[in-house]
């Protein structure tokens, strides 16, 4: 129970009884008392009525007779009358005070409430026509009255009472229809914090509630945009993080199988020291996301020569295509090869599509790398030696996952999500990718990016 007077529902609730019940409260008591003295006075006003007729009777009207007049009239009304002499008689006279009578004989009209006997009595007289003197008092008990106003009140208060049931039940109702909308929302907000996304979030009234279902609605697409970011990010990490590792473990297999010369040991312990550097990098890409302090790669543009980024991804990978039989070159380039852009994510497009390269090259072929001026442009070419690519292939080619599950049954495949990394870490740094074929064969990556 105390949790539903917390809730905004029981409040509602709570609130619009309440104001119902001391609406009705105030209004009957206006309406009883009103009653009440509409009642006196409408008894106040038959009594001098009667009063007044009877003041107008001939003289000769015995006191018998005005006494059946008003008991067929007003029924418990009492008579009382003053004689030439000033003398009082009938049943009313004992509350009819000298005072009345001294004005009732001054040719006055006698109007107000009399209290005897613990009795409070409403008393009207009136002067009779003949000028003698002579009056007719009637007196009537207020007591009386009140009894008949019972009734009419005891229906007022039943009618209160049906007003606060009715007020009960519409005020459980509105409850229940103003917090149906904010009851959806607060489910729609459980469901997000559960972790769906995408949900359809109504727009309800009153308009306040609607601008809280529309704010959901945004935090849930900020929140399905940022989460996406992320988990590309981590997939991206998680894909390349593989390349500097398969690079490590290519040179230490091949020095453990004695393939590294003694003067080749401080070239191979150079790579290993650069790959490891790019190990610790995107290392720190990964904490940057576990403190919330990115959901993408961060991007620090400088001057990068793209002939020394050619030759470092040379070497980090000639272990591994060794062991495949596969030569991995770096053509020379010629003039300014500079480019505006991240080193460590420009390498790490190069690794990614040498990777690539590597997986579809046949044993004795060869996978160069080259790079190129191109207007304001440099552009960065992988070749590899394989089968190429289909113009179906090329449609489709940087879409995740779409190679890998069309050719996973007829030769080595990835994860499939290589190329849809490239394509998107391109997007990042303000360049763009295309996917050809060689005129010799096999297929041919083209990076642009603009020049420094």
Do not use: C
Request: glycine share 10%.
């Amino acid at each position: 129970m105390s949790a539903w007077f917390r809730s905004l529902r029981g409040r509602i609730t709570l609130v619009t009884v309440s104001v119902a019940m001391l609406a009705v409260l105030i209004t009957g008591l206006v309406s009883v008392q009103l009653v009440r003295q509409s009642t006196i006075s409408q008894g106040r006003a038959q009594l001098a009525s009667q009063a007044q007729l009877l003041s107008r009777l001939p003289a000769a009207t015995n006191l018998a007779s005005i006494r059946e007049r008003v008991r067929l009239a007003l029924g418990d009304t009492r008579v009382a009358v003053v004689a030439a002499d000033g003398q009082l008689s009938g049943p009313g006279s004992g509350f009819v005070t000298a005072a009345d009578v001294r004005t009732l004989r001054a040719g006055n009209r006698v109007s107000q409430t009399e209290v005897r006997l613990n009795k409070t009595m409403i008393v009207e007289g009136r002067p009779t026509r003949t000028g003698t003197g002579t009056a007719i008092v009637l007196v009537r008990s207020l007591g009386n009255l009140e009894t008949t106003t019972q009734e009419t009140v005891r229906r007022v208060l039943l009618a209160l009472v049906i007003g606060v049931v009715v007020a009960i039940v519409a005020g459980t109702l509105l409850a229940r229809w103003l917090t149906r909308p904010l009851v959806a929302t607060a489910e729609t907000a459980k469901r997000m914090a559960a972790g769906e996304r995408g949900l359809r979030v109504e727009a309800h009234q009153p308009t306040e509630i609607g601008a809280v279902a529309d704010a959901l609605a945004t935090l849930d697409r900020a929140l399905s945009t940022s989460e996406g970011r992320q988990r590309e990010f981590l997939l991206s990490i998680s894909h390349e993080l593989r390349t500097p590792l398969t690079a490590v473990r290519g040179y230490g297999e091949a020095m453990v199988d004695g393939l590294i010369h003694e003067r080749d040991i401080a070239g191979v312990g150079a790579i290993l020291v650069t790959e490891t550097e790019r190990l610790d990098h995107f290392v720190a890409d990964l904490l940057e996301l576990a403190r919330l302090e990115a959901d993408d790669f961060a991007i620090d543009r400088q001057r990068v020569e793209a002939d020394r980024l050619l030759e470092q991804a040379a070497d980090a990978w000639r272990g591994r295509a060794a062991m495949l039989d596969v030569v991995v070159r770096a053509l020379p380039g010629i003039g300014d090869l500079a480019v505006s852009s991240d080193a460590q994510r420009v390498r790490q497009l190069i690794d990614g599509l040498v990777e690539n390269a590597l997986r579809v090259t046949p044993a004795g072929s060869t996978v160069s790398i080259a790079a190129r001026r191109f207007g304001s442009s440099v552009v960065i070419e992988v070749r590899d030696g394989g089968p190429g690519l289909s113009r179906d292939d090329l449609a489709v080619a940087f879409e995740r996952g779409v190679l890998q599950s069309r050719y996973r049954d007829i030769r080595p495949v990835g994860t499939g999500l290589g190329l849809s990394i490239a394509a998107r870490l391109v997007s990042r740094l303000g360049g763009s990718i295309a996917a050809g074929n060689a005129p010799g064969g096999g297929a041919v990556f083209a990076v642009s990016l603009p020049a420094a």
